[in-house]
């Protein structure tokens, strides 16, 4: 395997990992969104959203930078 190849194994492994924490938070939040009744865990349901939103954000602004800062470097 070449350092190119690995290199961009790597950066894909990350992107796919903040994607997969992405769609978790999103659905989480939808689903909070959709039924806030049903967690019964989460007395303050704008606080889980917020949560999960903050998760969205973190993960959206990872995968920003890779594509900005690393895809690019040969």
């Known amino acids: 395997m070449s350092c ?3 290199r961009k194994d ?3 492994a990350l992107i796919a990992e903040s994607e ?7 659905i989480n939040a939808e689903i909070y ?4 009744v049903g967690i019964g865990e989460h007395a303050d349901v704008l606080a889980a959203i917020q949560d999960q939103i903050d998760v969205i954000a973190h993960e959206h ?13 040969e």
């Open 20 to 26: 997969g924490k992405l769609d978790k938070a999103r």
């Open 33 to 36: 969104l959709h039924n806030p």
């Open 61 to 73: 602004e990872r995968i920003q930078v890779i594509n900005k800062y690393f895809t690019d470097i």
């Open 4 to 6: 190119k190849s690995l």
């Open 10 to 12: 790597i950066l894909n």
